[in-house]
């Protein structure tokens, strides 16, 4: 018989502490030495974030399925392996051998993660992932058309399938079957990074009372491993963190290979579950690993919607740390409020029981697709790491979170200046005149688009307005001053984030100084592009006027004034 067991066999890629190379371990040996470990990796973010949800699921259970239970989120059990060091390894041993048989990839009764009973027409095994064009998908990294010749390793298909069944997308497969999004689909997963594998395994083990994220029968939740349907329907489901974390949101059944190539190319495949609630979805509960942001009546796209929050989600012309203040911020458990993510909410109880220090930094590692809402389409991958001091976290050091709020804010509002003087200066060399509207950093409102309305809304013909727009937008792109600009700042507000809680004003005057640094680059750089003849001059002239008086009002610094020769202080 084929045996492929995600306990006892390599699968999960792991680095080492005492050099930085790489091994494959299963479940077993991965907790018994994770202190070990500098970390773990699947092969795309989104495999990563799947991995983890897997092995917390595991670690919560190993410990609940003692005599008596131990809940391993209790404070008083956390502190105790915490100060070990390691996870008890005959707990975790027990438990390996108790479920060794339920890992089994290619079990003839219950195969991990699969439906044996599935029926169906076998078909490529493309399909569980992304990454890889297939049928009707977009090809997004792998450009290999032919669905049918692609073969995965035992490891590769064991990730590939929890990871569809955390972050597979809602849609159709032919005119009668259709799936919903899965649980991590369409949002970011947070997870909170120690300086080991065990420390941030440790760190993201919250406490499973998730009653304030809709998730509310504890007394019934267990892992989809343990029950004896997990496909069962009930409205009440996901029962809790355990469910949640292990939800089968599609029925796979993996072909066995017929040959001794321990390769599989073919599956069967059709949606898994789905509550009994008709109005309800996985989706509607709050994944405890998202930060769910308030937005009465409006979703993440901006439409309307029934939905109390929306999940903070990875934007193709945003970074994440752009919303690092929004993050930290962590308000009070109020449904009229953002709701957290639960890692970062355990970790500050844990520093205000004084279970680990202030002083202490971690990282936050946020992982993610971004997709087209209500389509299967992804345009991107993600994953990013946020540093992370403690001291953010302090209730008591709350102006840290308003400082980067500011610092944030500075940045938005001289990238929109930034932008507004490059736009005008593509504006005076394609047109002939100045815009009649003022343009000064004070206009709030004045966009790029209301430029065009009012040059081009005094009666010309259509085709003329498209022809002269298409012009000034082509310029105002080609000088790329958003994307220089916004990707030279990312590594210095990192910086920012460890520097402030030591020295907050020295922190924030070298913030001040890379802004005016860095935006001066990208502007110097669309002046390069204008060009060098008589109307490119005075259209340089012009932009580069607007562009000093507003980078010293934003900044509160002394700008060399063109006229005089002198300085002027300018101050808001």
Known sequence: MIQFNLIEDGWISVTQLSRSTTRKVGIRELLNKAVSYRGMQGTTPLETAAIYRILIAFIHSAYLHQAPPQDVAALENWERIWQEQNFDEEIINMYCDHSKQLFNLFDDT?????????????????????????????????HNTNASSIRLGFDQAARAVITIQSFGLAGTKGSQVSFNDAPCARGIMFFVEGNTLFETLMLNLFERDLRSHRMKQRDKDAPAWEQSNPFASDPLRPYGLLDHLTWHNRRICLVKPIDNDNLVTQMIYAPGLKTSDPKKTVRDVFNPFHHWRAKAGVDETGEKSDRSHSPLVFRQDKALWRDSAVLFELP?????????????AWVRELAEEGIVPYEQSYRLLAVGACTKPGQDKTFFYRAESLPLPMKYLDRSLSELISDLGTATKQAEDVGKLLNRCAFLLAWLIRTPSTPDTQFNESNKDFEKQELIDAKFARGKNERSKDREAQQVYQLFSAFGVERLYWSQLEAHFYRLIQDLP??????????????????????????????????????IVKAEEQFQFGLARLLNIKRVDSMNGGETNVTN
């Open 332 to 344: 009070s458990d109020d449904d009229s409020r953002d709701k957290p993510p639960a890692s970062l």
């Open 502 to 539: 030591n020295d907050p004003e020295a922190a924030k005057e070298k913030w001040r100084e890379y802004l005016k640094r860095i935006a001066r680059a990208a502007f110097n750089q669309a002046i390069t592009y204008a060009g060098t003849d008589r109307r490119a001059q005075r259209a």
């Open 110 to 142: 219950r195969p991990f993660f699969q439906d044996q009973n599935l029926m169906g027409k076998e078909e490529s095994i493309s399909s569980l992932m992304a990454h890889i064009s297939s049928g009707a998908d977009a090809t997004l990294f792998n």
